[in-house]
């Protein structure tokens, strides 16, 4: 399953499933802490995109990754080279399959859906918002000068 990943809503994971989080160090250092239960909750992580940073840039991310979730198994994975792979692929083989996922319970309660996008909304604009979303008012925009 692909998910964003932002709540348990978006991101439901299945009790004794293996869970996987794909991220790459492009994204920005504060970015772990932003990821949500996508990221906080993996089995394992996988950080790609290693050969575009410094290794000081990667340990400096591993560490904030880490920090998020110190229980995951963390993994580079270099996606051009190969490297990490075999590692990748040896942890996901080394999960006991599941028989059925039928009749498993989730490892997290799924919040009610408290925003119009939780609900099923695909219009954006405030007569179609609802829930537990906040609008900030920065003013009118002059269009002669952009202020």
């Not at 794909?22 to 994204?27: A, S």
């Not at 932003?34 to 290794?55: R, Y």
Request: a neutral charge; glycine letters at 10%; aromatic letters at 4%.
């Amino acid at each position: 399953m692909e998910t964003a990943g932002l709540c348990h809503r978006c991101a439901p994971a299945v009790d004794g499933c293996l869970t996987l989080c794909v991220i790459d160090n492009l994204v920005g250092l504060e970015t772990p802490k932003k990821i949500g239960p996508m990221l906080s909750t993996a089995d394992i992580i996988a950080i790609t995109k290693g050969d575009m940073v410094s290794q000081a840039e990667k340990e400096v991310f591993r560490d904030a990754v880490e920090t998020v979730n110190p229980r995951a198994r963390v993994i580079h994975v270099n996606g051009l080279s190969g490297q990490g792979t075999l590692a990748l692929k040896r942890a996901i083989l080394a999960t006991p399959p599941m028989e059925k996922i039928t009749g498993q319970a989730l490892r997290y309660a799924m919040p009610a859906a408290t925003c119009s996008y939780c609900a099923g909304e695909t219009i954006v604009g405030a007569s179609f918002q609802m829930g537990n979303i906040k609008k900030i008012d920065f003013g009118e925009v002059d269009p002669c000068c952009g202020k």
